[in-house]
């Protein structure tokens, strides 16, 4: 079975990078030198791995996705401006490498059900918590597969990530009002389906 990892890293940057922290955009660089790529992969990279696991990508190519998307980050990052936040900066590297990754031939389309043999460990926890951990990934699946590609770009991004709308909008060159319409319907596929999803487990309670 595929055992798909976690990532072992916490973000701080405002800790890592020296970073002013705008409450509406996330961490954003001060003037002076860009960050070391040392410092930026360590900050994020839990960040670029969920990016990828959510996208769809099977667990056996989440470690190339990862490593490709940062290889581009060290070629790139002498370049950042600082006119958006990093993190943001760093979602666009992302969903530029992933539209080439599943641009090539035999790759699995990002939002395609993980395979079902997918194993979920996390260190210190039984195995009712890991099977429940599947069960709530297998489900988070499931529901964005439903929705559209733009309506589940914007829900990683708004819901699952907390990127601004402002600074998503800007990222995914949609207006505003589009893209707030866009996570309204995302929202409304995925509570439905946990609404479903505990319905039903709540008759299967009963018998």
């Not at 990002?110 to 194993?119: I, R, T, W, Y």
């Not at 499931?142 to 929705?147: D, I, V």
């Not at 990530?161 to 596929?189: G, W």
């Amino acid at each position: 079975m595929a055992t798909v990892p976690t990532p072992p890293l916490q973000e701080d940057a405002e800790s890592v990078l020296g970073n002013e922290t705008d409450a509406e955009t996330g961490p954003r660089l001060r003037l002076g030198p860009v960050p070391e790529f040392r410092a930026v992969y360590e900050t994020y990279f839990p960040f670029v791995w969920r990016y990828a696991a959510n996208r769809g990508v099977p667990p056996m190519a989440i470690d190339d996705v990862v490593q490709e998307v940062f290889v581009v980050v060290h070629h790139r990052l002498a370049s950042f401006e600082g006119r958006s936040s990093l993190r943001t900066w760093l979602a666009g590297v992302c969903r530029n490498v992933l539209r080439d990754y599943v641009r090539k031939r035999g790759n699995q389309k990002a939002g395609d059900s993980l395979d079902d043999q997918v194993e979920i460990r996390s260190d210190g926890i039984g195995p009712a918590e890991a099977l429940e951990q599947k069960v709530a990934v297998e489900l988070l699946d499931e529901l964005m597969s439903q929705m559209t590609e733009l309506q589940r770009e914007v829900f990683i991004l708004c819901e699952i990530e907390q990127l601004s709308a402002v600074e998503v909008a800007d990222m995914l060159e949609v207006n505003e009002n589009t893209l707030r319409t866009r996570l309204r319907a995302a929202r409304q596929v995925f509570n439905a389906g946990v609404t479903r999803h505990r319905a039903k487990r709540a008759w299967g309670d009963r018998g």
